[in-house]
């Protein structure tokens, strides 16, 4: 059981939660014309052996999308932020 | 390399079974090989074992970090069958199904291919459409299916909930009887066995680092046990091919996930095929032990721990339960997990790269055992011909761009939907 210490609801079980999606990807910005960075955006991903900055979701909890980095060998947790503060 | 017959096995009997020979060799590695296998899984060691039999390349190396059949291969549920829809997959895997059908007598290793037949079951008037459109194509294209109603399923299966509280009622079902299981440790050691014979070296406890290079061209492999040259270097390192692409400069579409296999204690002869919940994702067989085999859905979230959380125990375990309320009372024996390459459109890669001299064999997500044979013998072609064969034309990298995806599922690019 991973266990998430939620900003705003403190240490909690990760059902409470849905994964996101690699918190790392950017959308290009919307006049971009090129095809490449579309590709990338869609499709192309890091998926980096240790740490890995992610999103997830504390949908029964306070319902606030959070930036979790959490190592993908361990599942060890090292910093959880409120998505809105750190994302942008 | 004995050949393996029921005289073999009396006439060693006859000497207390001191006198087998090994299966395969452990040598020494040469300098160089004309083809470098990287990831000695079922896909890689069918590779080198296909790049032997049919296209006579036998100076090939298989690199293992760990043992034979150690990673996902022997961590999969053994399901082997052909039901794909979408143009680029369905010709592939009934070119498996078919391999794997012969694959015993092939390999002179009992692979104990068992054809009990499958059975994905639908719930919904809707899912009943989409079975019948697939088991269209799949009569179209010369592979066996059924479509089965609520009465005759619950002839065949009489042992799931049909009762008014069952809380995904089933509907109907499609069944390919020519799919089943194989043992899948047998599978490893039998393409090990016949590459072996041919001349191919197996190098275990060996694990790749990075790569030689020449001129912009890959021209080897480091490991931690030293340098070996190679003339071509193929990964098929499942969960791992994102970071082994990665020291070549290539980031691929696709995420490491880990998905759970159960087993059960072992129980009376129940079921005699292999079912497919159709409300979530759980499937059930049991092995020639007794244990049931129970399989479900990943994690969910990015993971290379090969190691599972219990959520998804109790989550796969609900399932069973609610198509199967009979096993309630059943234990768990054991469970484990593998990390999946989960790609983009759920669907492989066995394909040259933009990387000269590195091929890739990934992708699988989590329907890699099944296509073991194929997988190897499509693999090997792409290598010797440096051209796919047109039953692996589709699974390229660079389908994405095109436009040409194959979305078997229609989940879109989110990795875990698949």
């Not at chain 1, 959308?27 to 998926?47: G, H, I, K, T």
């Not at chain 2, 150690?70 to 053994?78: A, E, Y």
């Not at chain 2, 296999?261 to 002869?269: D, G, I, L, R, S």
């Not at chain 2, 079912?275 to 990943?298: C, E, M, N, R, T």
Request: glycine share 10%.
């Amino acid at each position: 059981m991973i266990r998430i210490d939620c900003p705003i609801c403190g240490l909690r079980d990760e059902t409470e939660f849905t994964y996101g999606a690699d918190a790392n990807v950017r959308r290009p910005a919307m006049d971009e014309a090129e095809m490449q960075p579309w590709l990338d955006y869609v499709f192309f991903r890091d998926n980096p052996r240790g740490w890995h900055r992610e999103y997830w979701h504390h949908v029964q909890g306070c319902r606030q999308w959070l930036v979790v980095e959490r190592n993908t060998l361990t599942h060890e947790i090292r910093s959880c932020d409120l998505a809105r503060e750190v994302a942008a | 390399m004995t050949h393996y017959s029921a005289f073999s096995v009396f006439r060693n009997a006859l000497s207390g079974n001191k006198k087998w020979s090994r299966a395969w060799r452990d040598p020494e590695p040469k300098t160089s090989y004309d083809v470098v296998i990287v990831g000695g899984g079922g896909h890689g060691l069918a590779t080198a074992y296909y790049l032997a039999k049919e296209y006579g390349i036998t100076n090939v190396a298989v690199i293992e970090k760990g043992w034979l059949g150690g990673g996902n291969t022997g961590r999969n549920t053994t399901i082997v069958r052909s039901n794909y829809m979408m143009p680029g997959n369905t010709l592939f895997y009934e070119r498996s199904m078919k391999l794997w059908e012969n694959l015993s007598q092939d390999l002179n290793y009992n692979v104990m291919i068992s054809q009990r037949g499958q059975y994905n079951l639908c719930h919904t008037p809707g899912q009943m459409d989409a079975a019948r459109r697939r088991g269209n194509v799949m009569r179209a294209n010369g592979i066996d299916a059924e479509l089965f109603s609520r009465e005759e399923v619950r002839r065949r299966l009489p042992y799931l909930d049909y009762s008014e509280n069952a809380r995904f009622p089933i509907e109907g079902a499609i069944y390919q009887s020519r799919a089943g299981t194989a043992r899948h440790d047998a599978v490893a050691w039998g393409f090990a066995r016949g590459a072996d014979s041919r001349g191919v070296d197996i190098l275990q406890q060996r694990e790749v680092t990075g790569y030689l290079w020449e001129g912009g061209r890959i021209a080897g492999v480091q490991t931690n046990r030293g340098d070996i040259r190679a003339g071509k270097v193929a990964l098929c390192v499942a969960g791992h091919s994102g970071h082994l692409a990665q020291m070549a400069g290539l980031r691929l579409p696709l995420e490491t996930h880990c998905l759970q296999a159960y087993v059960t204690e072992a129980y009376k002869p129940l079921v005699d095929t292999v079912i497919s919940f159709g409300a979530a994702h759980f499937y059930v067989s049991q092995s020639d032990k007794g244990g049931l085999v129970l399989g479900g859905d990943l994690d969910m979230y990015n993971s290379y721990a090969q190691r599972g959380g219990l959520p998804m125990v109790e989550h796969t375990l609900a399932s069973a339960k609610a198509l199967m309320p009979c096993i309630s009372r059943l234990k768990l024996l054991r469970h484990w997990a593998g990390v999946m390459d989960m790609s983009m459109d759920g669907s492989p890669f066995i394909t040259k790269t933009p990387v000269d001299g590195l091929y890739l064999n990934g992708g699988w997500c989590y329907g890699g055992f099944k296509a073991t044979p194929a997988s190897g013998w499509c693999f090997a072609h792409t290598i010797a011909k440096d051209e796919p064969h047109e039953d692996n034309a589709e699974f390229t990298l660079d389908r994405f761009s095109r436009g040409y995806q194959i979305d078997e599922k229609g989940a879109g690019p989110q990795p875990n939907a698949h």
